[in-house]
T-cell receptor, first 112, second 109 residues
Framework: DTEVTQTPKHLVMGMTNKKSLKCEQHMGHRAMYWYKQKAKKPPELMFV???????INESVPSRFSPECPNSSLLNLHLHALQPEDSALYLC???????????FGDGTRLSIL | GQNIDQPTEMTATEGAIVQINCTYQ??????LFWYQQHAGEAPTFLSY????GLEEKGRFSSFLSRSKGYSYLLLKELQMKDSASYLCAVFTNAGKSTFGDGTTLTVKP
């Protein structure tokens, strides 16, 4: 079990669907992250939120839309995804930008 | 940009010591982190270095030389459960984190 909780654990969706990934932490961390990880590859940074504001967007396509409703929650809204977007999506949090990141177990996403 | 290099695979024997190296070239370097990732699981934080020198945490130690762009993770008294992928990640003063491709460690009896 991790202190960063992600739901759902698995998600299968069609290319025309709209879905959301959710991430929650109650460690009082002020930085939250979304990563994408393909099989046998390292995590790739997508977005960083610092104090609930988007601070980094690594040129992610607009079909991925992050949202930080409050300091404990981070969402990733998905729309019109492509088959190549199938991957493990990891959420992480840290006390600050230069502190160790704690990862959730991830959402395994499959696009049909 | 950033360039991070780690060996792809390593094999070691249970009870032995293994050193996993990581070299990097990056602008705005601010620190280096080591993570362990078992297949199908999330990365787990192991150790981090901001300043030059050795950081020790139980069976795991990590070393950093900023001038050489070099770090290593040292694992002592290897156990079978240490078989995993070990990722070094570089953090910059812009708040970005970049992971190396990881080193797959296999511990044999």
């Amino acid at each position: 079990d991790t202190e960063v909780t992600q739901t759902p654990k698995h998600l299968v969706m069609g290319m025309t669907n709209k879905k959301s990934l959710k991430c929650e932490q109650h460690m009082g961390h002020r930085a939250m992250y979304w990563y994408k990880q393909k099989a046998k590859k390292p995590p790739e940074l997508m977005f960083v939120y610092s104090y609930e504001k988007l601070s980094i967007n690594e040129s992610v396509p607009s079909r991925f839309s992050p949202e930080c409703p409050n300091s404990s929650l981070l969402n990733l809204h998905l729309h019109a995804l492509q088959p190549e977007d199938s991957a493990l999506y990891l959420c992480a949090s840290s006390r600050g930008g230069q502190e160790p990141q704690h990862f959730g177990d991830g959402t395994r996403l499959s696009i049909l | 940009g950033q360039n991070i290099d780690q060996p792809t695979e390593m094999t070691a024997t249970e009870g032995a010591i293994v050193q996993i190296n990581c070299t990097y070239q990056t602008s705005g370097f601010n620190g280096l982190f080591w993570y362990q990732q078992h297949a199908g699981e999330a990365p787990t934080f192991l150790s981090y270095n901001v300043l030059d020198g050795l950081e020790e945490k139980g069976r795991f130690s990590s070393f950093l030389s900023r001038s050489k762009g070099y770090s290593y993770l040292l694992l002592k008294e290897l156990q079978m459960k240490d078989s995993a992928s070990y990722l070094c990640a570089v953090f910059t003063n812009a708040g970005k984190s970049t992971f190396g491709d990881g080193t797959t460690l296999t511990v044999k009896p």
